[in-house]
C-alpha cells in the first residue's frame, strides 16, 4: 500500500488542528488560511494567494504588516535586557509612560501595563472600585471589552451567554445610542443623544448612584457594529459621571493610536476620562501589550497605601520597546493623518456604492474603523442576518464573506456587518482595490433584497 508523504503546508495545518484550538467557533471541519508572510496591507498563504487586509487582522495591525523598524527595536532590547521583575526600571518602560502621558487628553499622566485589552479592562474596573468604595459598572448592551470573565460581563455581546449564568456580578447594561435603530424613535441624531444619556441616567438612580463604582465605554464603538455615538452622547455622559462621583472608564484598546483619525476615539468628542484602557494599536500585535492611563489626581490617592494590583510582565522591556518605536513610526509616517484622509476617501467612495448596493442599508465610520450594514429591506430595515445569528441565518452573509476570500480580501464579517478598518498605511489606490473587491461581494446579498 502506498503512503502518501504531506508536504510543510499540510503538516502545519494538521499541527495546528490537532494540537492547537480556535476562538469563537466549534472545533471540526475548520480550514484556516495558512499565513506564511505578510507586508504591509497584504498578507499570503502558503498556496501563494494574496489577501489585502481589510481589518487589519483584528483592528490591530495598524502600521501594517513587517514593518523593519519594530523588528529592530525588540532585537536591541533583547541584547540589552528582556525581563525584569516589575518592581524594577528598564529605559523603555519609562519612555513609553512618558509618551502616553503626553498624547492622551487632560491630566491622564500614570501607566500600569498589562498584556492585552481584557486585562486593562479588568484592572481598570479594579481601580474604579477600590477608589469609590462601591461596586457596581454600568455598560452599553451593545459593546465588546474582552473575553476575560469581568471584561466579558462588562461586555453587552451575545458571546458571553454561554457562560452568563457563572459571569462577574454587578455589571449593568444600558441601551446603546444607536440612531440607525433607535429604541426611542428620536427623530434626530441629537435627540438620540439626550434620549440615551436619560435612559442611563435613570438606570443609576435606579441602581442607586451611591453604589456605582463606574462607567465603561468604548472609545467609539468597534465590533459591536461601530456605532456611531451621536453628538453631545459623551459630554452628557461625562456630566452625568461627574454628578454621581462616578469613575468614568474609556476603553480604547479599539478605536485607540489613530485608528479613527486621531490619537483616540474620544478625542472625537473633546472629553476627558479618567481612567482610558488600551493594547491593540499601542504595539500592533507585534508584541502583547496593553495598559491603563490613570488621571494624576486618582492616582495619588495611592501615594502613602499600596495599590494592589500587579501581573508578572508588567511593563516587560520587549514589549515597551516595541510600543516606543510603534508610536514614533505613527508620527515619522504621518499614519494618523493618513487615516483621516483616507477614512474621508473611503466614506465618499461608500456613500457611491450604496447608490449602487439595495443592501447597504447604513454605512458608519471614523477615520478607519467602519462599518457597513447588510439589509433585506431599507425601508423596514430588517437585516440580512439578525443580531446574534444562528448558523442557519448567516446563510446569506456566509456567501458574501466567501465571495470576498475568493477575490482576496480578508475582513470581519459579523451577522449582518462587514468591517472597513484596513491599515493606517492604507494608500488611495489599494483602498480602490479593496473597496472593488467588497461590492462586487456585495452583489451577492443584493441577490436576496426583497
Given at each position: 500500500m502506498?503512503?502518501?508523504t504531506l508536504?510543510?503546508r499540510e503538516?502545519?495545518?494538521?499541527?495546528n488542528?490537532d494540537?492547537?484550538?480556535f476562538?469563537?467557533q466549534k472545533?471540526s471541519g475548520?480550514?484556516?488560511?495558512n499565513?506564511?508572510d505578510?507586508?504591509?496591507?497584504?498578507?499570503?498563504d502558503?498556496s501563494g494567494k494574496?489577501y489585502?487586509?481589510?481589518s487589519?487582522?483584528?483592528?490591530n495591525?495598524?502600521?501594517?504588516?513587517?514593518?523593519p523598524r519594530?523588528?529592530d527595536?525588540v532585537?536591541?532590547?533583547m541584547?540589552?535586557v528582556?525581563?525584569v521583575?516589575p518592581?524594577?526600571i528598564?529605559k523603555?518602560?519609562?519612555?513609553?509612560?512618558?509618551?502616553?502621558?503626553?498624547?492622551t487628553p487632560?491630566?491622564l499622566?500614570?501607566?500600569f501595563?498589562?498584556?492585552?485589552?481584557?486585562?486593562?479592562?479588568?484592572n481598570?474596573?479594579?481601580?474604579?472600585?477600590?477608589?469609590t468604595g462601591?461596586?457596581?459598572?454600568?455598560?452599553l448592551?451593545?459593546?465588546y471589552?474582552?473575553?476575560?470573565?469581568?471584561?466579558?460581563?462588562a461586555s453587552?455581546?451575545?458571546?458571553?451567554?454561554?457562560h452568563?449564568?457563572?459571569?462577574?456580578?454587578?455589571?449593568i447594561?444600558v441601551e446603546?445610542?444607536?440612531?440607525?435603530?433607535?429604541p426611542?424613535n428620536?427623530?434626530?441624531?441629537?435627540?438620540c443623544?439626550?434620549?440615551?444619556?436619560?435612559?442611563?441616567?435613570r438606570?443609576?438612580k435606579f441602581?442607586?448612584?451611591?453604589?456605582?463604582?463606574?462607567?465603561l465605554?468604548?472609545?467609539e464603538?468597534?465590533s459591536?457594529?461601530?456605532?456611531k455615538?451621536?453628538?453631545g452622547?459623551?459630554?452628557k455622559?461625562?456630566?452625568?459621571?461627574?454628578?454621581?462621583?462616578?469613575?468614568?472608564?474609556?476603553?480604547?484598546?479599539?478605536?485607540?493610536?489613530?485608528?479613527?483619525?486621531?490619537?483616540f476615539?474620544?478625542?472625537?468628542?473633546?472629553?476627558?476620562?479618567?481612567i482610558m484602557?488600551?493594547?491593540?494599536g499601542?504595539?500592533?500585535g507585534y508584541?502583547?501589550l496593553?495598559g491603563i492611563?490613570i488621571?494624576?489626581e486618582?492616582?495619588a490617592?495611592?501615594d502613602?497605601k499600596?495599590?494592589?494590583l500587579g501581573?508578572?510582565?508588567?511593563?516587560?522591556?520587549v514589549?515597551?520597546?516595541?510600543?516606543?518605536e510603534?508610536?514614533?513610526?505613527?508620527?515619522d509616517?504621518?499614519?494618523?493623518?493618513?487615516?483621516?484622509?483616507?477614512?474621508a476617501?473611503?466614506?465618499?467612495?461608500?456613500?457611491?456604492?450604496?447608490?449602487?448596493?439595495?443592501?447597504?442599508?447604513?454605512?458608519?465610520?471614523?477615520?478607519?474603523?467602519?462599518?457597513?450594514?447588510i439589509?433585506?429591506n431599507?425601508?423596514?430595515k430588517?437585516?440580512?442576518?439578525p443580531?446574534n445569528?444562528t448558523?442557519?441565518e448567516?446563510?446569506?452573509?456566509?456567501k458574501?464573506?466567501?465571495?470576498?476570500?475568493?477575490?482576496g480580501?480578508?475582513?470581519?464579517?459579523?451577522?449582518?456587518?462587514?468591517?472597513?478598518?484596513p491599515?493606517?498605511?492604507i494608500?488611495q489606490?489599494?483602498m480602490?482595490?479593496?473597496l472593488?473587491?467588497?461590492?462586487?461581494?456585495?452583489a451577492?446579498?443584493d441577490?436576496?433584497c426583497?
Amino acid at each position: 500500500m502506498e503512503t502518501k508523504t504531506l508536504n510543510e503546508r499540510e503538516i502545519i495545518l494538521q499541527n495546528n488542528l490537532d494540537y492547537t484550538i480556535f476562538s469563537w467557533q466549534k472545533q471540526s471541519g475548520l480550514n484556516p488560511l495558512n499565513i506564511c508572510d505578510a507586508k504591509g496591507v497584504y498578507i499570503h498563504d502558503r498556496s501563494g494567494k494574496r489577501y489585502m487586509d481589510f481589518s487589519s487582522q483584528l483592528m490591530n495591525m495598524n502600521i501594517g504588516h513587517g514593518h523593519p523598524r519594530v523588528k529592530d527595536a525588540v532585537m536591541r532590547q533583547m541584547d540589552e535586557v528582556s525581563f525584569v521583575h516589575p518592581g524594577m526600571i528598564t529605559k523603555a518602560r519609562g519612555e513609553l509612560g512618558k509618551k502616553l502621558a503626553e498624547i492622551t487628553p487632560g491630566s491622564l499622566k500614570k501607566t500600569f501595563f498589562t498584556n492585552a485589552g481584557a486585562e486593562a479592562v479588568e484592572n481598570a474596573i479594579k481601580f474604579a472600585r477600590l477608589y469609590t468604595g462601591r461596586h457596581k459598572v454600568i455598560t452599553l448592551y451593545q459593546g465588546y471589552h474582552g473575553a476575560s470573565y469581568g471584561a466579558m460581563s462588562a461586555s453587552g455581546d451575545p458571546r458571553g451567554n454561554p457562560h452568563d449564568s457563572q459571569g462577574a456580578p454587578n455589571f449593568i447594561h444600558v441601551e446603546n445610542p444607536y440612531f440607525y435603530r433607535d429604541p426611542w424613535n428620536s427623530k434626530t441624531k441629537e435627540e438620540c443623544a439626550q434620549n440615551a444619556a436619560d435612559h442611563m441616567e435613570r438606570i443609576i438612580k435606579f441602581e442607586g448612584p451611591q453604589n456605582v463604582a463606574a462607567i465603561l465605554m468604548e472609545g467609539e464603538s468597534g465590533s459591536s457594529g461601530c456605532i456611531k455615538y451621536p453628538p453631545g452622547y459623551w459630554q452628557k455622559i461625562r456630566e452625568i459621571a461627574d454628578r454621581y462621583g462616578i469613575i468614568l472608564i474609556c476603553d480604547e484598546v479599539m478605536s485607540g493610536f489613530g485608528r479613527t483619525g486621531k490619537w483616540f476615539g474620544v478625542n472625537h468628542h473633546n472629553v476627558v476620562p479618567d481612567i482610558m484602557c488600551f493594547a491593540k494599536g499601542l504595539t500592533c500585535g507585534y508584541i502583547p501589550l496593553g495598559g491603563i492611563i490613570i488621571k494624576e489626581e486618582l492616582i495619588a490617592a495611592f501615594d502613602n497605601k499600596p495599590l494592589p494590583l500587579g501581573l508578572t510582565y508588567s511593563g516587560h522591556a520587549v514589549a515597551c520597546a516595541a510600543a516606543v518605536e510603534v508610536l514614533q513610526i505613527y508620527e515619522d509616517e504621518k499614519l494618523i493623518e493618513n487615516a483621516a484622509k483616507m477614512g474621508a476617501y473611503m466614506d465618499k467612495r461608500v456613500a457611491a456604492m450604496m447608490e449602487k448596493h439595495e443592501s447597504i442599508g447604513d454605512y458608519r465610520n471614523t477615520g478607519l474603523l467602519g462599518c457597513i450594514e447588510i439589509v433585506k429591506n431599507r425601508k423596514t430595515k430588517e437585516p440580512m442576518a439578525p443580531w446574534n445569528a444562528t448558523a442557519n441565518e448567516m446563510e446569506v452573509m456566509n456567501k458574501v464573506n466567501a465571495k470576498l476570500l475568493e477575490l482576496g480580501l480578508f475582513t470581519f464579517v459579523r451577522w449582518n456587518y462587514i468591517f472597513t478598518a484596513p491599515p493606517l498605511c492604507i494608500t488611495q489606490d489599494e483602498m480602490d482595490e479593496g473597496l472593488d473587491i467588497i461590492s462586487k461581494a456585495i452583489a451577492v446579498a443584493d441577490e436576496y433584497c426583497n
